[in-house]
């Protein structure tokens, strides 16, 4: 048993690690999400899905 998990040790080692990379990953962009942050860095003018991340807010035209 020890000697299957020693030789695959270095194998186990890099499999945490890129496990443990995406998870800070998602992490950050979940923290990002809920700070109200977003993906794109370079702002939402051109962005073709804008709407879809800021919806234009409902106006009130009083009319009820």
Known sequence: MWNIL???LPNIIGVALIFGLMGAIF???YKNRKRGKHS???G???CAGCNLCHPAPKKDDGST
């Open 6 to 8: 020693l030789a695959n």
């Open 44 to 46: 939402c003018g051109g």
């Open 27 to 29: 992490y950050n962009g």
């Open 40 to 42: 794109c860095s370079c």
